[in-house]
């Protein structure tokens, strides 16, 4: 069973940063890519960015300049460094692991439940 559990969400005034984090638990022989999306209330899950597994990134237009992702692939855990935030940003962070290679075989996608960044003043 592969988990992935999110951390780092929270409250945090324009202009400011927030670093997420998210490890992905179990017997994971390998993970193709991970990455974050996000969703606002009322609207749509989209990609923020994603880190595959050989270091190819891909960001939102709306984050490029702003945030960081990073992958630790020995640990399983991919990072997004969020500066400069905007209340534009507020949504709820979902983590996202593709191509998982586990003991018990091949997950094409697994998430995490999500954590709440909130840019307010």
């Known amino acids: 069973q592969v988990q992935l559990v999110e951390s780092g969400g929270g409250l945090v005034q324009p202009g400011g940063s927030l670093r997420l984090s998210c490890a992905a638990s179990?017997?994971?022989?390998?993970?193709?890519?991970m990455g974050w999306y996000r969703q606002a209330p009322g609207k749509q899950r989209d990609l923020v960015a994603s880190?595959?597994?050989?270091?190819?990134?891909n960001y939102s237009d709306s984050v490029k300049g702003r945030f960081t992702i990073s992958r630790d692939n020995a640990k399983n855990t991919v990072y997004l460094q969020m500066s400069s935030l905007k209340p534009e940003d507020t949504a709820v962070y979902y983590c996202?692991?593709?191509?998982?290679?586990?003991?018990?075989?091949?997950?094409?996608?697994?998430w995490g439940q999500g954590t709440l960044v909130t840019v307010s003043s």
């Open positions: 996202n692991a593709d191509g998982v290679r586990t003991a018990a075989g091949y997950r094409a996608a697994v």
């Open positions: 179990g017997s994971i022989f390998s993970i193709y890519s």
């Open positions: 880190i595959t597994d050989g270091g190819s990134i």
